[in-house]
Every structure is written in structure tokens, then in C-alpha cells.
């Protein structure tokens, strides 16, 4: 990885600028052009060294529901489970884990009564039962990888 884009990526992870041209405000520290960064973003994002950049919108405070779901898949149905999961809208992301609980994913809806909606929907074409675990108590804990 060029040395460039190890530093738009560790800079872009926080104090990102609130402004009419936060990406201007970004390439400067970097010594590009805005149409420069914006290049090589699309480029990070074309060959996969990042696979999302965006802002992570807190849906509660928006007036929105979010939840963390959980269901036991067998191996054998894991990819085609996962296919009608991830094709919600509403689902950030979509995780594998070792456990008997093996598929778990992130919710975020428009309102709050629309997770029970969405769970129900994956539940009914999945065909599986959906484990429903809101958050009980917000903790924020800040989190950079430094590439």
C-alpha cells in the first residue's frame, strides 16, 4: 500500500471535518488535491482495500430503531441465509461467528417499530428463528487500526 493511502486511511478514521468541503479540508492535510483524495478513494474502494466509507448515523437519535439479531444456521444454509438477510436495506452488516448462534447482524430501521417488522420478514424467508438482542445500555468505545 502507498504510503498516501495508509495516510488518507489513519486520517480518515477520525477528525473528520464538519464543513462545506470537509474533503478539501482532508486532502490539504495530506498534500492532494480534493479531486486527487476523491481518486484514490474510489480506487481503495474498487480494489477492496476498504470496503465502506461513509458517516455511521446514530438511528435512535434520527428517530429510528437498532438492533443486533442473532440466528443458528446449519453450514449447509449459511451462504443462502446470509444472501436473504443482506438483501434488507436495513441491515448494516452481517457477521459470521462460532457459535451456536452463527449468523448475527445489525438492524438499523427508519422507525423503532419497524425491527419487529424486518426480524419478521428474515425469520419468514430464512426460515429460521431470529433472535431479537437490543441494546440494554449504550457504552461508546473509540476504535482506530492504524494501517
Known amino acids: 500500500m502507498h504510503d498516501i493511502d495508509r495516510n488518507i486511511i489513519n486520517m480518515l478514521q477520525e477528525d473528520f471535518p464538519i464543513s462545506d ?4 479540508e482532508v486532502a490539504a492535510r495530506v498534500g492532494l488535491t480534493e479531486n ?3 481518486h484514490r478513494l474510489e480506487l481503495l474502494l474498487q480494489d477492496r482495500t476498504l470496503t465502506r466509507f461513509g458517516p455511521m448515523y446514530h438511528a435512535e437519535r434520527l428517530g429510528g430503531g437498532l438492533t443486533l439479531a442473532a440466528i443458528a444456521v446449519p453450514e449447509h444454509d449459511f451462504q443462502r441465509v446470509a444472501d436473504i438477510v443482506n438483501g434488507f436495506p436495513e441491515v448494516a452488516h452481517n457477521y459470521a461467528r462460532e457459535h451456536a448462534l452463527n449468523m448475527w447482524f445489525v ?5 423503532k417499530d419497524r425491527i419487529g417488522e424486518v426480524l419478521e ?4 424467508q430464512a426460515g429460521y428463528h431470529v433472535y431479537n438482542m437490543p441494546k440494554e445500555e449504550e457504552f461508546f468505545v473509540g476504535l482506530k487500526f492504524e494501517v
Open 21 to 24: 468541503h470537509p474533503y478539501a
Open 36 to 38: 486527487d483524495l476523491l
Open 107 to 111: 438492524l438499523a430501521t427508519e422507525s
Open 121 to 124: 420478514a428474515i425469520e419468514q
